[in-house]
């Protein structure tokens, strides 16, 4: 089993566990590749996060903070890796990009090029829309919307323009929780469809497919995927929108099976986990998910050479990924 994204309390403000924990749970779990991808640091002080703020009078210190912070995460992930386990696990080393903006992503293509022979792969993410975080809490994603005009369908479409440029600057191998403004999607909001702005007497989005619902939206998705394609990535199933309680993964089914036509069909699988209890969660709804609703033949997962530690994707049939031991831990429908 894998899974290609995960954090821990180490080494960022919002984690829970020590890595050690979180990587030990996974040995424990009998995971084949457990990937760890601690935030890359951000360079504004304005995206630094309410736990991060060390003194609101000087913001340098957290920012200096989160760098160094991330420094001590890439030595100590290399002890990890380098060590053996009783279950054969293979950890691989990445960071998950945080495409802020332009400012940040051309920053991110520095720093995995200073860390190139460290850091193996990307988990490509957007986190923001004009600025403002979108899975913080529900007053941050209203502010959001509120500063795309209240107009959900340009909320959307700012979101998949800076995704597309954030793939076309890093390439990520990995392109994480696809469809993350979904986290704070009020149910009751009501939309008019043909203008997208929200309206009281507009149409409620509870039983719509927004991405089938507007052309453009669906135009962007779509353009994303075929980038994604065309340079090898694959789209992350990440199982943390099932333990928020969402009704499916990170993507839903609607790109999900949109990513099965334009980007290949290649698909890993993550658990996003921030704490031991959340290693391996959820894995057995995502299965349902993999073989029910996107009906696919086989799964993806990161593995390395053995001399040079450059990474590749690799196949697996479904019936194989199936019958790995780590279902037989149970442990997936354990976790919370």
């Known amino acids: 089993m894998h899974s290609h994204h995960s954090h821990s309390g180490d080494y960022i403000a919002h984690g829970v566990d020590p890595l050690e924990d979180v990587t030990n749970r996974a040995i424990e779990m009998k995971f084949h590749t457990y990937c760890m991808t601690e935030h890359m640091p951000r360079i504004n002080p304005k995206y630094l996060y309410p736990e991060e703020h060390l003194d609101r009078a000087d913001d340098t210190a957290a920012v200096e903070k989160l760098h160094s912070d991330f420094a001590k995460f890439l030595d100590h992930a290399q002890k990890i890796k380098s060590r053996e386990n009783s279950a054969g696990t293979t950890f691989l080393i990445g960071v998950e990009i945080e495409g802020c903006d ?40 209203n502010r959001a919307l509120a500063t795309s005009q209240n107009n959900l369908k340009k909320l959307l479409l700012s979101y998949f323009d800076l995704q597309y440029c954030m793939l076309m600057r890093l390439q990520p191998l990995v392109v994480g929780h ?25 149409t409620s989005i509870s039983n719509l497919s927004l991405i089938k619902q507007w052309k453009q939206v669906q135009d962007s998705v779509i353009r994303n995927l075929k980038y994604i394609e065309s340079y090898g990535g694959a789209i992350e ?23 099965k036509e334009y980007a290949g069909g290649r698909f890993v699988l993550s658990d996003d986990a921030h704490a031991v209890s959340q290693v391996g969660v959820c894995y057995d709804e995502a299965l349902k998910y993999i073989v029910e609703d996107l009906k696919l033949d086989k799964m993806y997962y990161i593995t390395e050479g053995p001399i040079d530690r450059a990474v590749k994707l690799e196949s697996i049939p479904i019936e194989q990924f199936k019958s790995h031991a780590f279902w037989s831990t149970n442990f997936s429908k354990k976790a919370l």
């Open 102 to 141: 332009q400012e940040h992503i051309e920053y991110a293509r520095k720093l995995l090029e200073e860390k190139r022979g460290i850091v193996q792969f990307s988990v490509g993410s957007i986190h923001h829309v004009d600025g403002i975080p979108i899975d913080f809490d529900q007053d941050a994603w």
């Open 178 to 202: 696809f469809d993350l403004y979904k986290l704070y999607l009020p149910k009751d909001l009501k939309v008019d469809l043909e203008t997208g702005y929200c309206v009281e007497n507009g």
């Open 237 to 259: 199933i990440n199982t943390s929108a099932l333990r928020k309680k969402l009704p499916e993964p990170y993507p839903g089914k609607d790109i999900g099976l949109l990513a």
